[in-house]
């Protein structure tokens, strides 16, 4: 008798089965979509804009020498990331810098050097904090000017950060703030 419910279950169970797979396929759902094909985007000039990289002496032929200003460096000891400001006293937006850092111990010999380019948006006449990936992978250095850690063994440094490039929309979507 035990095994008399286990053989109705299995039983019923079939037809049901059975029953599913004799429905017509109108009844099933499909939950793949075929012959799917990219959304085109309406074509415009822009479409295959580069941004335009202008180095540091030909804004300075320009006449915009000392326009981008940096300051406010700044890395605490167990931070993955360096920070500054930024200011843009050009009359371009700028979509990105290309800064050169060179990274000095307290004895002023140089530990580490790298170009780094930052994605920011930067309008005309504005300052911001950029944020971009520190050098120091173990993060076991401190930027001279932060707060003294209270750990010791930690090394401070100084640095020196200039830009050497900055990036600006594509010359259609330049704007000029005069």
């Given at each position: 008798?035990?095994?008399?419910?286990?053989?109705?279950a299995s039983v019923l169970l079939a037809v049901i089965s059975?029953?599913?797979?004799?429905?017509?396929?109108?009844?099933?759902?499909?939950?793949?979509?075929?012959?799917?094909?990219?959304?085109?985007?309406?074509?415009?000039?822009?479409?295959?804009?580069?941004?335009?990289?202008?180095?540091?002496?030909?804004?300075?032929?320009?006449?915009?020498?000392?326009?981008?200003?940096?300051?406010?460096?700044?890395?605490?000891?167990?931070?993955?990331?360096?920070?500054?400001?930024?200011?843009?006293?050009?009359?371009?937006?700028?979509?990105?810098?290309?800064?050169?850092?060179?990274?000095?111990?307290?004895?002023?010999?140089?530990?580490?050097?790298?170009?780094?380019?930052?994605?920011?948006?930067?309008?005309?006449?504005?300052?911001?904090?950029?944020?971009?990936?520190?050098?120091?992978?173990?993060?076991?250095?401190?930027?001279?000017?932060?707060?003294?850690?209270?750990?010791?063994?930690?090394?401070?440094?100084?640095?020196?950060?200039?830009?050497?490039?900055?990036?600006?929309?594509?010359?259609?979507?330049?704007?000029?703030?005069?």
């Amino acid at each position: 008798m035990p095994y008399l419910r286990h053989i109705i279950a299995s039983v019923l169970l079939a037809v049901i089965s059975m029953q599913a797979l004799a429905e017509p396929q109108v009844y099933r759902r499909k939950t793949t979509a075929k012959n799917l094909r990219p959304a085109k985007l309406p074509a415009s000039s822009n479409a295959a804009a580069v941004p335009d990289t202008i180095p540091l002496d030909t804004l300075e032929e320009r006449g915009l020498a000392g326009a981008i200003r940096l300051s406010g460096y700044d890395k605490p000891l167990r931070s993955p990331r360096e920070s500054l400001f930024v200011t843009n006293r050009t009359p371009y937006d700028i979509d990105g810098l290309l800064l050169s850092l060179t990274y000095f111990d307290s004895a002023g010999r140089e530990l580490h050097s790298r170009g780094v380019t930052v994605r920011c948006d930067l309008p005309a006449g504005v300052t911001r904090k950029i944020d971009f990936r520190s050098w120091d992978l173990q993060q076991s250095f401190y930027y001279k000017l932060s707060p003294k850690p209270r750990r010791d063994g930690a090394t401070p440094y100084d640095v020196k950060c200039r830009v050497t490039a900055i990036i600006i929309p594509s010359t259609s979507d330049r704007t000029s703030h005069d």
